[in-house]
């Protein structure tokens, strides 16, 4: 493998300063201010096209996730063909894939079709995707994806449960982007999807705790390969509380508003230090002057974006007022 700095110096310098130009188009921290601000969803709308959305101001929920998802798909698209390491993209195409075989997996149980949850930002187009889960036949898909979708669907069949088979997509997902992450020529895309690991077993223990749920329940949602083990979380929900597990200062905050959320109250504040942990260790790509990791933070900055746009725009118009907007939008990357 090609050492780091060699990774750096010779495939990620333009990639780097290419990024460091095009996060003016990002939805920042000034645009965030503005768009919570913004006094109905039309003057919201006009801070959005400042980033390259088209006019949304009178877009149907429908039109609205299409230029959401044609925002994702142009940033994914960009990136994607100049990076040296493909596998960097895929990382973050993966949330697709398996959001995607879960629509499929419970659509089929339902006896329904929801093509219009699917998504065309995976790795897989999804007619591709919908054809294979149809023939039964993986032959098209990457393999990992292939058996995670299989077993799922006989998990739902034999327990009748989607929570246990969005359960074991979950972990299949994590687990295929752990394997792509560790081929990388940085660390810092494992690093990342470690505290994410962290922040998705949080969110799932505070969820069993509050409703009511039994330690099993939590320890079959659990994902391996975060900073705290699975074992350790299972054993401090259900003993000293949630803090007691996750110590670092990236989720200490989250961690003691989660035991607040777990006893009943508002999940908002919790939720929201979740995400701004995951904000503030892309922060650390900020320091590096070229490599991976501006792309790999760049990359996982567009899905806050999206969030914060759609969060700001269906806000506005059903009445939202400012100061609750404010209080629910994540910190940006930028």
Request: net charge negative.
């Amino acid at each position: 493998m090609i050492s780091l700095s060699a990774k750096q110096s010779t495939d990620y310098l333009f990639l780097s300063a290419y990024l460091r130009a095009k996060e003016k188009n990002l939805l920042g921290r000034e645009r965030l201010a503005r768009l919570a601000a913004a006094p109905n969803a039309a003057e919201a709308a006009k801070v959005l096209e400042e980033c390259g959305y088209p006019d949304l101001a009178d877009a149907s929920d429908a039109d609205l996730e299409a230029a959401l998802s044609a925002r994702r798909e142009a940033v994914f698209s960009d990136v994607e063909k100049l990076l040296p390491e493909k596998a960097m993209a895929e990382i973050f195409r993966l949330r697709y894939d398996y959001h995607n075989a879960k629509v499929l997996v419970k659509a089929e149980a339902a006896g329904a079709e929801r093509a219009e949850l699917l998504s065309a930002s995976g790795r897989v187009s999804p007619e591709t995707l919908t054809e294979a889960f149809r023939q039964d036949d993986g032959r098209a898909l990457p393999p990992a994806l292939a058996a995670a979708m299989r077993q799922a669907r006989s998990t739902l069949a034999r327990a009748a449960n989607p929570q246990l088979a969005d359960m074991e997509l979950d972990k299949a997902w994590y687990a295929e982007s752990f394997s792509l992450a560790a081929g990388l020529s940085s660390d810092f895309c494992t690093r990342y999807l470690r505290l994410s690991a962290d922040v998705a077993n949080l969110r799932s223990a505070v969820r069993c705790l509050r409703g009511g749920m039994d330690e099993g329940v939590l320890r079959a949602a659990l994902i391996p390969g975060g900073n705290v083990s699975a074992e350790r979380i299972a054993r401090a929900a259900y003993g000293e509380g949630v803090s007691a597990a996750f110590t670092d200062r990236r989720l200490a905050e989250a961690a003691a508003l989660g035991e607040k959320a777990a006893a009943g109250a508002p999940l908002g504040d919790f939720e929201r230090a979740c995400d701004n942990a995951l904000t503030r260790f892309l922060d650390e790509a900020k320091l590096v002057g070229f490599g991976p990791e501006p792309a790999a933070a760049y990359l996982a900055s567009v899905e806050g974006e999206i969030i914060a746009a759609r969060m700001a725009l269906q806000g506005k118009r059903a009445g939202v007022s400012n100061e609750t907007l404010r209080e629910r939008l994540r910190e940006s990357y930028v």
